[in-house]
Nanobody
Framework: QVQLVESGGGLVQAGGSLRLSCAASGRTFSNYAMSWFRQAPGKEREFVAAISWSTGLTYYEDSVKGRFTISRDNAKNTVYLQIDSLKPDDTAVYYC?????????????WGQGTQVTVSS
């Protein structure tokens, strides 16, 4: 059974830092794109960052470039999101996602989320 388990969220002041973790298990993820999304109350879930499990190629939403860093540790099957210079607008539940598209087959998995709250 595929599982994605996020951790590392919390309450921090603006300007602080957090390191979120996503522990993946149950499958081999070599052909997957691993992503972080976030969702604030009353808003739709939005893309934050992504990384190719196999190549390490990364993508970021423009508003987080320079502050957020996505990385992975293949030996630990873990994806990280380092967040620096936190802003109140970063307050949201952060979700880990694993997705693979191969022909007509689509694999798409979500974690339970971890809360990030930034005070001004």
């Amino acid at each position: 059974q595929v599982q994605l388990v996020e951790s590392g969220g919390g309450l921090v002041q603006a300007g602080g830092s957090l390191r979120l973790s996503c522990a993946a298990s149950g499958r081999t993820f070599s052909n997957y794109a691993m992503s972080w999304f976030r969702q604030a109350p009353g808003k739709e879930r939005e893309f934050v960052a992504a990384i190719s499990w196999s190549t390490g190629l990364t993508y970021y939403e423009d508003s987080v470039k320079g502050r957020f860093t996505i990385s992975r540790d293949n030996a630990k099957n873990t994806v990280y999101l380092q967040i620096d210079s936190l802003k109140p607008d970063d307050t949201a539940v952060y979700y880990c996602n694993a997705k693979r598209v191969s022909g007509t087959l689509v694999d798409n998995y979500w974690g339970q989320g971890t809360q990030v709250t930034v005070s001004s």
